[in-house]
């Protein structure tokens, strides 16, 4: 039997009239439910009639690019390139793995060496430097970013929660406890704090005048202010606030001994809050002070002779480490790297030569004939 129905009806997904089928009754507009339909919704997303846009590439239109793009990276790259390279920077390698080094005997000390070793290392500067300096500490050969060691805190006790201070997170394991004692700061991180004392004097006449470093504004705000936190109570006296804890393995001290001025001892230590800011590669370096220049008229370090002394006590020769001292000045890019000029140098260089190339290729093959026709 031969069953007719409209175009109409074939779109909308089923005739009008009834089709029997084998086994049971009639489908259609009289029994069941509606038939369903594999046509899409009549949106503009689903029957793609979105408005779209697709760039043309011509050669009117690559060609001032490339040239745009290399006389604007150009220039930016000279300028921040320079910039970088007049930031004065002097570093000193203090490790002592060398024989002739000072600290050579220091070389093999341990975290709980008494006394502790120290040594001096004279250097002059041959230049002077003029603004701020900034004295860093640098270590190589120490992976801050592994996996375990940066989960290895408790950022609840650091924060000042008096529950967390006296049961830590067990990410902190092995560094949870001490002889049943919860251990304030507990973690890797804090374990291994950086604990060399540098010292600078300036040389004069063979005499040595100390050179004032400030150990405060050194961490992030947001650090000092928000994330680090002592425990509540009372807050002169941080030997109670932390009664019941005890110090990490390596410490020869406890937190509330860092420092002797109650705004900076405790979790919200800056050096402690710098440290604890982890490296994304294993050669790093770390603010330690700051010297702020005095006199507008004189520059901060004057050209001359000077020395480092240097309280030897954390141990990088076990794991092939290395450390040093640095002082840079700033500008206002940050501190020397030259790296981004030379990038952006690279990148316009690269773009203006493919311009020119592009551009010869399109004056010598542009205008041929394309036509297909095939000339009689």
């Known amino acids: 039997m031969a069953v007719n129905y409209s175009a109409k009806e074939e779109a909308d997904g089923h005739p009008s009239g009834g089709v029997g089928v084998p086994g049971g009754g009639a489908v259609g507009g009289g029994g069941g439910g509606a038939v369903k339909t594999r046509k899409p919704d009549n949106t503009a997303f689903k029957q793609q009639r979105l408005p779209a846009w697709q760039p043309i590439l011509t050669a009117g239109t690559v060609l001032p690019a490339f040239f745009i793009i290399g006389l604007i990276f150009i220039p930016i790259g000279i300028g921040i390139f320079v910039t970088s390279n007049n930031i004065r920077e002097y570093e ?26 120290t040594c001096t290392i004279n250097f002059t500067l041959e230049h002077s430097f003029e603004s701020n300096v900034f004295m860093y500490y640098g270590l190589s050969n120490f992976y801050q970013n592994h996996r375990r060691y940066v989960k290895s805190r408790d950022d609840s006790q650091l924060n000042g929660d008096n529950s967390s201070l006296l049961n830590p997170s067990k990410e902190c394991e092995p560094y949870r406890t001490n002889e049943d004692k919860p251990i304030a700061p507990c973690g890797a991180i804090a374990n291994s704090m950086f604990n060399d004392t540098l010292k600078l004097y300036r040389i004069d006449n ?10 405060k504004g050194i961490a992030w705000w947001t650090d000092k202010n928000v994330k680090f936190r002592n425990p509540t109570g009372d807050g002169n006296n941080l030997t109670a606030l932390f009664q019941g804890t005890t110090k990490p393995v390596n410490w020869p001290k406890p937190v509330y001994m860092l420092d002797s001025e109650p705004d900076n001892n405790g979790f919200i230590n800056e050096d402690f809050i710098v440290w604890m800011r982890t490296a994304a590669l294993p050669t790093f370096r770390k603010l330690y002070r700051l ?9 901060t370090l004057q050209a001359g002779k000077y020395s480092l002394d240097i309280t030897y006590n954390y141990p990088v020769h076990s794991f092939d480490g290395r450390k040093r001292m640095i002082l840079s000045t700033i500008s206002w890019m940050g501190g020397k790297n030259p790296f981004l000029g030379i990038a952006y140098i690279t990148v316009g260089s690269i773009c203006f030569f493919l311009g020119v190339v592009l551009l010869i290729i399109h004056h010598k093959y542009g205008n041929r004939n394309t036509s297909a026709d095939i000339p009689n």
């Open 206 to 215: 063979d005499t040595k005048t100390p050179i004032t470093l400030i150990k």
């Open 291 to 299: 010297i702020e220049r005095k006199d507008n008229l004189q520059p």
């Open 92 to 117: 000193i390698d203090y490790t002592g793995t060398e024989p002739s080094s000072p600290c050579n005997k220091c070389l093999n000390v341990s975290w709980d060496s008494t006394p502790p070793c």
